[in-house]
């Protein structure tokens, strides 16, 4: 009885692990088509809005953005397909103003310039984009904000992002600013989003630009903003700001720390076309062609 017993329930045991491997495959097989098709469907949608808004956005971003403006078509090409890779991941949240559709374009459009050179480029630790009409309280502190990055996310005045960007020469610039601490907060504090070559070769910068750092923090003057001086998170933003705005100013006083951000971000903004290595940025995938096809 026994013996008859145990050979009646071992083939049922048999079957069903068959069966279940069976089922987990299929399982997989369908996970991995419908990932197939929702990549599909986006990159279609991408597409569309490509060919739809492309002159559009083409003519805010050259009216906005001097970056942008000085690219080559194939660089400006590029650079848009990154804002529509950028724009779609993320939430933009509207406080105290009614939304406007170069909000988003361009706010992305900062976050793409200071990562241009990269692989990583879409900061995916922050999903929301918090933009509010002027400076802003936070916290505890005194002083009004422009902005600032939190684990919230990211929050921005538009007021002063559209003025420090339409005056290009100073270098004061908090869209800059704040998606540098964004581009160092996905790196070292979360590393969701982290860009490998940026991560490695931060320390290199480091090694450059501290001494400069304390140096300021000692009383010493320099082409950067005395803000630089505050603590060293605030050194590297204030250093984005005036890498990319005062380019020619910043190399000739101070081209040590101006070379290793080049190093650091694979992009020299005095070059025409921006980018050191283009290998370094290659995401295929992420990067995609949404030109118009026969364009």
């Known amino acids: ?11 049922c045991v048999d079957i069903d692990a068959t069966h279940m491997t069976e089922f987990f495959l299929l399982a997989l097989a369908i996970v991995f088509l419908i990932y197939r098709l929702m990549i599909r469907i986006r990159t279609e949608k991408r597409r569309r809005i490509y060919e739809a808004k492309h002159d559009d956005f083409d003519g805010l971003l050259s009216r906005y953005n001097p970056y942008y403006r000085s690219l080559s078509n194939a660089g400006r090409q590029r650079f848009l397909q990154r804002v529509l890779l950028f724009m779609e ?12 559709e170069s909000m988003p374009l361009l706010i992305s459009a900062a976050a793409v310039q200071l990562t241009f ?8 630790y922050f999903m929301s984009i918090h933009i509010l009409r002027d400076k802003y309280r936070f916290g505890p502190y005194n ?12 929050y921005l005045s538009w007021n002063h992002f559209v003025r420090e960007f339409t005056d290009y020469s100073d270098g004061q610039n908090v869209g800059l600013h704040e998606m540098a601490h964004a581009l160092t907060y996905v790196n070292f504090t979360v590393q969701d989003g982290r860009d490998n070559t940026f991560h490695d070769r931060f320390t290199e910068f480091s ?8 140096r300021m923090q000692a009383g010493e003057s320099t082409l950067l903003d005395p803000y630089a001086a505050t ?21 000739r006083q101070l081209p040590e720390l101006y070379h290793s951000l080049c190093t650091l971000l694979n992009q020299d903004p005095l070059t025409p076309n921006k980018i050191l290595n283009i290998n370094i940025m290659s995401s295929g995938s992420l990067d995609g062609d949404l030109a118009p096809t026969g364009s």
């Open 231 to 251: 603590n060293y998170q605030e050194f590297w933003a204030v250093c984005i700001e005036t890498f990319f705005e005062r380019s020619t100013s910043f190399k």
């Open 117 to 124: 050179g990269l692989e990583h480029f879409r900061l995916d």
């Open 143 to 154: 002083m009004p904000f422009e902005g600032h990055v939190s684990e919230d996310g990211i």
């Open 1 to 11: 009885m026994q013996d008859a017993g145990k050979i009646g329930i071992f083939p």
């Open 89 to 100: 991941v993320k939430q933009f949240k509207y406080i105290d103003l009614e939304p406007e």
């Open 207 to 214: 090694a450059t630009a501290r001494p400069i750092f304390e």
